[in-house]
């Protein structure tokens, strides 16, 4: 694994994290060190229980990491309660979730303006920043309709809009095509990466589709709660050479 | 890699709302918004608010209206006068005239309006109306009040609306009121006939006044006449039944100056008058109100705790559905503060919605009670009285108990953590309160309540009744803490009958109901709340129809009561007793007097019932409160001495026995009386005391007769005997008979108007709680869903997850409705008992089958009914998309 070098806004030093299910110890992360540097759109993989989504919990604030530390825009998490942390999480960090998870009792637009209204701000001078979110996804027009008169490719591009609204130093996306055909997937992967080129905007993502990974510069591949493979460069983009190494992984064999 | 199916596209509306932009303006407006969404469940939720905050305001209102209404009424027909003398052998009773030449004397009057007033009869008129049971009716048909014309307008009210008032020189003329006038289509000029001691009399109306000042009295039904007009047809030449006294200004502010001079004119006036106040009247008529506001208002607390329960469950169904949504705002930001704010927010506009619904509710309500009031007292209840202390009271109990219902809610939301967002389903949520110190708070709370009731002696008299209400209330805290040890306990044998009925499914079903002990219990809780209701309020309404009833058959006794607008003479006893089919006929009179019991320095007005010892017992009896008392001597000692027999209330109130004495005023002036025995009687609510013919006459000068009691001979035909009588003597009007049956009908009539309102409050109790019902089994199947799925997957049918959640709750409504059974017959008991204390009657609690019944049955239909809607839910779970995810 290569030393981090340019600016980096998120990293895991020697993180572990343990569950206690009944009298089993389950060992989701095994020390394990990652980073992300500013601008860049980086693709966790691995296998079912390889604690890919544990990492990206932990990276997000969401849990805590029983061993090691995260530092998140230049502040170590272990340091803060639970209030910092959320208020860290509300102004650096945006969620997309495979569920959407939008409020359906809210429009599009307010689903978007949501964390604008969690931080207390008057809505009325960041009007525009909120239609040209709703404009980069595509939804200018369906601002005033509610989550279930969205089809599901719609939903996530809200949730996608909901994310960038308090210009996070991180994006962190959670199987954001998991449940979705492969038509509105695509669409999404191609905002994200969009997001990345033209605003800037830093990326992690969690899949198992080799296809959403193909959209990342850098592929990390997880497995039994360690980082065990990474692809670079042009090597990130290539879906085959993906599959491959995650099939590899899958039946046991770690490549050098 | 196979990618998800695509989600269904939902029709997009054609008439999609119109762009208004984001209509939020801070996080918490999120809590408006949802709910608006859920607006039925809101409404539902705030039900049990505001029926809580409606019956507290209305009895309040009522309680408040009642008293300031007769305190009014009192105040407004004597108008101006400051000091009242009365005969001292109650109103109504006549004393010298004179008595006005020296008031007149006295230093400090000013003027002093000598009267005559009469309950008398429109000769058209139906008569009706006696002091009995229940009776607190302080209206008479009509009224006659015989005044000095000179005087008079300088001391009542007068409203002339038309024609003029009396003056010194008219003989048959007589003022009207205009509610009066128009009652009867008279005009100035027309005549009004009235019944008299001696026939009827014509009176010319010269004026109509209004129904305001003097006349208000007798709520309007009274016929002025001139003092010696009043004095020749009532037999009452040469005297008085009252004097209003009027005392310069000065005097009337000083409430010191005014006893003084009170205290000064009771020296020097005969002894069979006395001095007093305008206002002390309506004393007891408000005292003999208090046991029926009393229930009221405890109805009203079971509504608010069962209020309470429905919103606790409401809002633990609400953070339980939007445990990904919570779990999602705390991801992207909200902290816990903020997710019980948003929770409590919700809570405080449910709360102010369902307080303002429950203050104009309230307001209904009390006009409804307010007219029951009417109806009870017999007269118009003008004041309406909202005081800003009640306002206030009764929000802030409907803002306070919907808050703190919602702060366990409230708290469990800020315990979601974000990671929630990622799930599906909601996760079962364990409530860590439930631990095995709450059965215990449970049991000590239970037991210490009910050892309370069997304590009861011990308790000072003055706190009887709070601590009684208090311990109900623990009572039924205490059996709710206990439901989850009584589910484990009565669920395994239950489980056998479900399956019978239910098959296997039914078992499952059954066995479900230990898996969310919080939600359950409370669920139980409040549907044994409701049984409870039911069975105690059905019992004790049954135990008090029994003793009245049994109280009317015994100490009232005989078939007919023959009934006169003006007193008859005694010589009509042996004309009745010559109509055939008459067996024997009994005189009773009703009069009220003041007493006063041993070392109290206040006298009460009670009611004397003059009867005649010897015909009395044959056509009715004593129902003696010792068992082994000496039934001939107490009759002879109450035949032939100064004695009496007083009433159980009476005797608990003042701690009376037999062998005491107590101080009447008679017209003889204060005389001692011995308390010969203690009796049941239920008249004018047991505020009584029994005397011999004998002593009526001797002390109160009175020889006349108000009722007779008419036994009919066996086998004679009641209906026809009561004709005879009627053809007989009922000439002009004057006389009524009423029959026992018709009496007992009249009776309970009125104890069943007095108990619909509780009923309906139970009722609203009861649906309250299958509203709850409903609401846990939504719960549990949303939180089940993946499991549904699952059973339906290994292929299960429909109909037999619906057989599962109708067993379910099955077994929830059969453990309510045996708690609520248990609950039910201590607390009737206990009731009966706190009526004892707080009304002061005898009555002993009998055992009724109906009210059980319908108590269990309830239980068992509601939880049937309340599940079909969620059983359909459940089988409805989309079995692919209950167990794809996760």
Redesign the interface.
Same mark, same amino acid.
């Given at each position: 694994m290569s030393a981090p070098n340019g600016d980096v806004v998120l990293a895991a030093h020697q993180v572990s994290k343990l569950y206690q299910m009944g009298t089993i110890t389950v060992h989701a992360l095994r020390r394990v060190d990652f980073f992300v540097r500013r601008g860049e759109f980086v693709a966790v993989m691995g296998p079912s229980g390889s604690g890919k989504?544990t990492l990206l919990?932990l990276l &997000?604030g969401?849990?805590r990491p029983t061993d090691g530390d995260i530092v998140l825009d230049g502040q170590s998490l272990s340091r803060l309660d639970?209030?910092a942390i959320?208020?860290l999480?509300?102004?650096r960090?945006?969620?997309i979730?495979?569920?959407f998870?939008l409020?359906?009792?809210?429009?599009a637009?307010?689903n978007v303006?949501?964390?604008l209204?969690?931080? &207390?701000q008057d809505?009325r001078r960041h009007?525009d920043r909120?239609v040209s979110l709703l404009e980069l996804v595509g939804l200018a027009d369906r601002?005033?309709?509610k989550p279930?008169?969205?089809?599901?490719g719609q939903?996530q591009r809200v949730s996608i809009a909901?994310?960038l609204v308090?210009e996070p130093a991180i994006l962190l996306a959670?199987e954001p095509?998991?449940?979705?055909?492969?038509k509105?997937?695509t669409g999404i992967l191609d905002l994200m990466r969009r997001s990345c080129d033209e605003l800037g905007q830093t990326i992690v993502m969690v899949t198992?589709?080799?296809?959403a990974a193909s959209y990342a510069d850098r592929v990390v591949f997880l497995k039994d709660g360690r980082i065990v493979d990474e692809l670079h460069g042009d090597a990130s983009g290539d879906t085959r050479l993906i599959l491959r190494r995650f099939a590899a992984l899958e039946e046991g064999h770690v490549p050098g | 890699?196979s990618?998800?199916?695509?989600?269904e596209?939902?029709p997009?509306?054609a008439t999609?709302?119109?762009?208004? &932009?984001?209509?939020?303006?801070?996080?918490y407006?999120?809590a408006l918004?949802?709910m608006?969404?859920r607006l039925t469940r809101t409404l539902l939720t705030a039900l049990g608010i505001v029926i809580g905050v409606a019956v507290i305001l209305a009895v309040d209102v009522t309680n408040a209206t009642t008293l300031a209404s007769i305190r009014n009424l009192f105040d407004e027909t004597s108008g101006r006068a400051s000091l009242l003398i009365e005969s001292s052998a109650g109103a109504g009773q006549g004393f010298d005239e004179n008595v006005v030449e020296a008031v007149r004397r006295v230093e400090g009057v000013e003027a002093a309006a000598p009267m005559i007033s009469v309950r008398a009869a429109l000769a058209s008129g139906n008569p009706t109306g006696a002091l009995h049971a229940f009776d607190a009716s302080i209206s008479v048909p009509l009224r006659v009040l015989g005044v000095d014309p000179t005087v008079d307008p300088q001391v009542h009210i007068y409203r002339l609306l038309e024609g003029r008032l009396l003056l010194p020189e008219d003989r048959r003329a007589a003022l009207i009121t205009s509610s009066l006038a128009d009652d009867l289509e008279r005009h100035v000029g027309d005549e009004v006939e009235i019944v008299t001691p001696d026939g009827t009399a014509l009176l010319e109306i010269v004026g109509i006044i209004d129904k305001e000042g003097i006349g208000r009295t007798n709520d309007g039904r009274v016929v002025i006449v001139p003092l010696p007009t009043a004095q020749d047809l009532f037999l009452m030449r040469g005297q008085l039944s009252q004097v209003d006294i009027v005392v310069s200004r000065e005097m009337a502010e000083d409430p010191e100056r005014l006893e003084q001079l009170k205290a000064y004119m009771e020296a020097r006036l005969p002894r069979d008058v006395n001095v007093s106040y305008p206002a002390a009247r309506g004393k007891l008529i408000s005292q003999m109100l208090k046991t029926y506001q009393l229930g009221l208002s405890f109805f009203g607390a079971v509504a608010i705790f069962v209020g309470g329960f429905l919103i606790y469950n409401t809002f633990s169904m609400t953070v339980l559905e939007r445990t990904?949504?919570i &779990?999602?705002?705390?991801?992207?930001?909200?902290?816990?503060?903020?997710i019980v704010g948003l929770i409590l927010a919700e809570s405080l506009v449910l709360a102010l919605l369902g307080s303002f619904l429950g203050v104009v509710g309230g307001l209904g309500l009390a006009r409804g009670l307010i007219q029951t009031m009417t109806g009870l007292l017999g007269t118009e209840l003008e004041t309406f009285a909202l005081s800003p202390f009640s306002l206030v009271k009764s929000l802030a109990v409907g803002v306070g108990v919907t808050l703190a219902s919602s702060l366990v809610p409230a708290f469990q939301a800020g315990r979601v953590?974000?990671?929630e967002?990622?799930r599906?389903y909601g996760r079962p949520t364990q409530s860590g309160l439930w631990g095995k110190w709450v059965h215990g708070i449970g049991a000590v709370l239970f037991i210490g309540c009910t050892l309370l009731f069997f304590a009861e002696d011990l308790i000072p008299p003055a706190f009887k009744i709070q601590v009684g209400i208090m311990s109900v209330f623990g009572l039924l805290l205490g059996a709710a803490l206990l439901v989850p040890p009584v589910l484990g306990l009565v669920e395994p044998p239950l489980r056998g009958g479900l399956a019978l009925l239910y098959g296997p499914e039914g078992q499952l079903g059954s066995r479900n109901v230990e898996r969310s002990p919080l939600r359950t219990a409370l669920t139980v809780a409040a549907l044994m709340v409701g049984v409870t209701m039911i069975i105690a309020l059905g019992e004790m309404s049954n135990s008090f129809r029994q003793d009245i009833l049994a109280w009317v058959e015994t100490a009232i006794g005989g078939d007919l009561y023959v009934r006169s607008t003006t007193p008859m003479r005694p010589e009509l006893g042996r004309r009745l007793l010559a109509v055939p089919g008459v067996e024997a006929a009994s005189p009773v009179n009703f009069f009220r007097v003041r007493m006063w019991a041993p070392d109290e320095e206040e006298p009460n007005t009670v009611v004397g019932i003059a009867i005649d010892p010897a015909s009395y017992l044959q056509v009715a009896s004593f129902k003696f409160a010792d068992q082994q008392v000496d039934v001939t001597a107490r009759v002879r000692e109450l035949a032939e001495e100064d004695a009496l027999f007083i009433s159980t209330t009476l005797a608990d109130r003042y701690d009376l026995q037999q062998g005491d004495t107590i101080v009447l005023e008679t017209r003889r002036g204060r005389r001692e009386f011995r308390v010969a025995a203690v009796i049941v009687d239920f008249t004018a609510q047991g505020n009584t005391v029994t005397l011999s013919r004998r002593a009526l006459y001797r002390y109160f000068g009175e020889r006349r007769v108000t009722t007779f009691t008419v036994d009919v001979l066996p086998g004679a035909d009641v209906e026809q005997v009561r004709q005879a009588i009627e053809d007989r003597f009922g000439k002009g009007g004057r006389i009524t008979v009423e029959s026992s049956e018709e009496f007992r009908e009249r009776i309970i009539r009125l104890m069943n108007q007095s108990f619909a309102l509780l009923n309906t409050l139970v009722a609203i109790a009861v649906l309250i709680s299958s509203f709850g019902l409903i609401n846990t089994l939504l719960m549990n199947i949303f939180e089940r869903t993946r499991e549904i799925g699952m059973l339906r997957s290994l292929g299960a049918t429909r109909g037999q997850i619906v057989k599962m959640v109708l067993a379910e709750s099955a077994t929830m409504g059969i453990t309510g409705g045996l708690l609520g059974l248990v609950l039910g017959l201590m607390l009737a008991r206990f009731m009966v008992q706190g009526l004892n204390i707080a009304g002061g009657y005898r009555l002993v609690y009998h055992f009724t089958p109906l009210p059980v019944l319908l108590g269990l049955v309830l239980a068992l239909a509601l939880s049937q009914v309340a599940a079909l809607y969620p059983a359909r839910r459940a089988a409805r779970v989309n079995v692919v998309e209950a167990i794809k995810?996760e």
């Open positions: 989504s919990y &997000g969401l849990d639970d209030d959320t208020l999480r509300r102004r960090v945006g969620f979730f495979q569920f998870n409020v359906p009792t809210l429009t637009e307010e303006a949501l964390p209204l969690i931080d &207390g809505l009007r909120i601002r005033d309709h279930d008169q969205l089809s599901g939903q909901r994310a308090m959670d095509t998991g449940n979705l055909d492969s509105s997937g198992h589709d080799p296809k | 890699m990618l998800a199916k695509t989600r596209l939902s997009v509306t999609s709302p119109p762009r208004g &932009g984001v209509r939020l303006s801070s996080f407006d999120l918004r949802n608006a969404t990904r949504e &779990g999602m705002l705390r991801s992207i930001g909200a902290t816990r503060r903020q953590v974000p990671l967002a990622l599906v995810h």
